[in-house]
T-cell receptor, first 113, second 113 residues
């Protein structure tokens, strides 16, 4: 089946630290990959996406590269801010069938000043 | 403003009392979906709809009903709520099925006592 595994949280960092949140996937078919972010008290919103191997998605200083050979889509940011504190979800979608998003369990990030 | 709205945002109810959570989108999206979010379990899909009058079960449909009579609305119905349906619920929509960004509503926090 299709599944997403992301690193367990919570993750606590100091402002300006480097962030990596690992995400690996298993998929029957050729997935599109996504990172969604959920700020406190809000719904999820798309942070970035990649639809084919070696694509790099980027937004708000965050990046993730679609690595087919390692079935990974790790999220990185060079210098986190307090405002980046949120829960981050890795997700995939397979063309065909229900087209649903399959989510990882989420990683809570707290950035301290 | 393009958005997904849900009502109510918070609801406390008692076991067995039928309730409806409304969801509406103003983006003319074909695809709509309901998720529940529980600690340690991430987001799980309840039901989805690929277009008007087309709905199907997600991963955890038991105890829920949906309807899609109009393109913009996708209400979630709990005919006889039970305490295990206490959760945070999200409605989402996207242009079509597949590799399109899903837009999420702000969430409905339901407590069933």
């Amino acid at each position: 089946g299709n599944s997403v595994t992301q690193m367990e949280g919570p993750v606590t960092l100091s402002e300006e630290a480097f962030l990596t949140i690992n995400c690996t996937y298993t998929a029957t078919g050729y997935p599109s990959l996504f990172w969604y972010v959920q700020y406190p008290g809000e719904g999820l919103q798309l942070l970035l996406k990649a639809t084919k191997a070696d694509d790099k998605g980027s937004n708000k200083g965050f990046e993730a590269t679609y690595r087919k050979e390692t079935t990974s889509f790790h999220l990185e940011k060079g210098s986190v801010q307090v405002s980046d504190s949120a829960v981050y979800f890795c997700a995939l979608s397979i063309q065909g069938g229900s087209e649903k998003l399959v989510f990882g369990k989420g990683t809570k990030l707290t950035v301290n000043p | 403003e393009a958005q997904v709205t849900q009502n109510p945002r918070y609801l406390i109810t008692v076991t067995g009392k039928k309730l409806t959570v409304t969801c509406s989108q103003n983006m003319n999206h074909e695809y709509m979906s309901w998720y529940r979010q529980d600690p340690g379990l991430g987001l799980r899909q309840i039901y989805y709809s690929m277009n008007v009058e087309v709905t199907d079960k997600g991963d955890v449909p038991e105890g829920y009903k949906v309807s899609r009579k109009e393109k913009r609305n996708f209400p979630l119905i709990l005919e006889s709520p039970s305490p295990n349906q206490t959760s945070l619920y999200f409605c989402a929509s996207s242009l079509r099925q597949g590799r399109y960004e899903q837009y999420f509503g702000p969430g409905t926090r339901l407590t069933v006592t």
